[in-house]
């Protein structure tokens, strides 16, 4: 079975400051990790993947993720937060054994960025 | 290059009855899929069509349909629709099916059901 976790439902950062959004993952075999950003009313959009190789994944808009695989996790990061990145973040897994298409994501992470 | 493109945006249906999402996608994208967004769920899949073919299915009861048409573009209904089914349905559009390849989202149909 495959599942993903945010452990926070909501992170609050200081503009300027950096920020973490927290992912762990469970999946058999090896995984294709995502994350995705959504704005009120709108859907999800595509920042970065993880499938192989280096471990840091940059994506859009500065953010970029850990992937480590003994911790199962796959953690978002940016150095430097901005007001415009207060969002919804989901972060989603594939298992690339099952042929299966479709993404199992997380509940979600709010994120405020405080001016 | 377009996106991928859901009409309506807004639907008000009353319980009982159905209902029809269109979703075109990302010209060149095989791949369609749908997914339901509640608060109470979150994101949950709901079907994957490619070359036209069910691939995948998730645990829905049989009132959510699907289908995709020749040119890639997908439909979804649901009938007898129940106050729960209120959400923001997502279709998603993918180069290919499964693997490494990311998912691009439309805005969303947000279905109210009264």
Same mark, same amino acid.
């Given at each position: 079975a495959q599942s993903v976790a945010q452990p926070e439902d909501q992170v609050n950062v200081a503009e300027g400051n950096p920020l973490t959004v927290k992912c762990t993952y469970s999946v058999s075999g090896n995984p294709y990790l995502f994350w995705y950003v959504q704005y009120p009313n709108r859907g999800l959009q595509f920042l970065l993947k993880y499938i192989t190789g280096d471990n840091l994944v940059k994506g859009s808009y500065g953010f970029e993720a850990e992937f480590n695989k003994s911790q199962t996790s796959f953690h978002l990061k940016k150095p430097s937060a901005l007001v415009s990145d207060s969002a919804l973040y989901f972060c989603a897994v594939r298992a690339s054994? &099952? @042929?299966?298409?479709n993404l199992f994501f997380g509940t979600g992470t709010r994120l405020t960025v405080i001016p | 290059k377009a996106g991928v493109t859901q009409t309506p945006r807004y639907l008000i249906k009353t319980r009982g009855q159905q209902v029809t999402l269109s979703c075109s996608p990302i010209s060149g994208h095989r791949s369609v899929s749908w997914y339901q967004q509640t608060p109470g769920q979150g994101l949950q899949f709901l079907f994957e069509y490619f070359s036209e073919t069910q691939r995948n299915k998730g645990?829905?009861?049989?009132?959510f349909s699907g289908r995709q048409f020749s040119n890639s573009r997908s439909e979804m209904n649901v009938s007898t629709?129940?106050?729960?089914?209120s959400a923001l349905y997502l279709c998603a559009s993918s180069l290919? &099916?499964? @693997?490494?390849t990311e998912a691009f989202f439309g805005q969303g149909t947000r279905l109210t059901v009264v």
């Open positions: 054994q &099952t @042929g299966a298409n | 645990n829905f009861p049989g009132r629709l129940e106050l729960g089914d290919s &099916t499964g @693997g490494s």
